[in-house]
């Protein structure tokens, strides 16, 4: 940005791949941890919703409301109480993938046809065998479909994080902007787009093998 | 709630509540102000060129395939790094820092979810009832504007609401690059240790974001409305 500068300057490059590598590796770990409790919390409420159907609309309408807090906003908001931690960023990030992930869930399970159920539990399927049997294998695509929305969400607000502290590729895009350097600028930002596109592929590719019974149609 | 609890959230109201925020450049109104012409400007320009690109591809019914994905490819590209994106072209262009490459940041994330609800909107249209307004001798663009958008009307909207609150909810990062609008007050108020003005600022946002939720929700059940009115049961 500064004139006479090359928008890449290949030698900082080459010079900070320690550094880029833990700005790679914070970026997956906030990433796993978010969608991993994400995915723990969603569960959990969505088999609430599924056995107690009034659950339904106050829990959408909670994670929804939730879902339109502008991220830094809600980094913003929770730093008075919980500080520039981790902590502070997962609560946000846990919090988005939830909209998501209890709509694929609960819509992936709802979607499983009644014949289907009939049938398990015709033949002595007990309530918890039906679901981890038959109803959550059927429902896989959908609920994986959901993991992928939330998962590449996550890692677009996890470079927001950096503001809070929690380094990541967003702190390369910072410290871009505060040096008016478009070296770490354009490192951190290829990377994250990148880094989305890689894991997409990754969870298609785990998707289709564990459920082969999908590829067959 | 503690007594810490309580007291940032009040502080936060409080400094909202002070006069002197409410006036002068750095003044609440002023910042709404360039939050939304941010806003109108980068939606504006995204649904010009997202909506006749949409439509046409539904109506033909052409490459669907790429006008639903790519809602999905725009979701790989992270807030932040679009804007990291967006500043050294500002400055090739000789606009510098602030309103443009926050403005050239927001076009791109708002331009797939318009595309897409536009393409779907017009390719949901009732197939037979486009048959029967070509049958009547209606040309192509009016099959588009009589039958096909007032039909699709509501997911047109909804494909604005949420490029318009996604835009309105990222272009505080803009601040980052000495943009004004509310993200001023936010990552002012982190690099001040300021907690109310950080408070205040999230405060505004969220209402903002939620604000306009609410109103396009109410112009989207308008349009249904109208529909319904409309038709002879």
Redesign the interface.
Known sequence: ?TAGEP?VRWDWVAGHLDEIALRIGEHVELTAIAVGVGLLVAFALSLLVLRYGWLEQPTTFVAG?LY???????F??L???TGLTILTAEIGLVGYTLLILIRNIVGGIRSVPAEVREAALGMGYSRGRLLWEVELPLALPVIVAGIR?AT??T??????T???GQGG??YL??I??QRFF?TP??V???L??AL??AI?VALVLTQRAVTPWARAK | MGA??VS?ITSGLAWLADGAHWQGSDGIPLRVLEHLEITVLSVGIAAAVALPIGMYLGHTGRLGFVAVNVA?LG???????????A??IS?ALGLGLGFWPTAMAMVPLALPPILTNAYVAIRQADRDTVEAARGMGMRELQVLRIVEIPAGLPIVLAGLRTAT?NV???A??GA??AGGGL?RY??D??ALQD?ER??A???L??LL??GT?AAFGLLERASRHTLAVGREP
């Open positions: 940005m928008l409301t339109t807090i502008p991220s830094l906003a809600l913003a908001l730093v008075p109480y929305i590449i969400t890692i677009g607000l996890v470079t927001v950096a503001l809070i590729l967003g895009i910072l871009g902007i478009s600028l354009l951190g930002a290829v994250s787009v989305a596109i997409d | 810490r609890e940032v999905n979701r790989a590209f992270p807030s932040l790094s679009l804007l990291a994106f500043l050294p400055f609150v309105i909810a990222t505080t990062l980052l690059v993200g936010i990552v108020g982190l907690v950080l408070v600022g999230a405060v946002v969220a974001a939620m939720e």
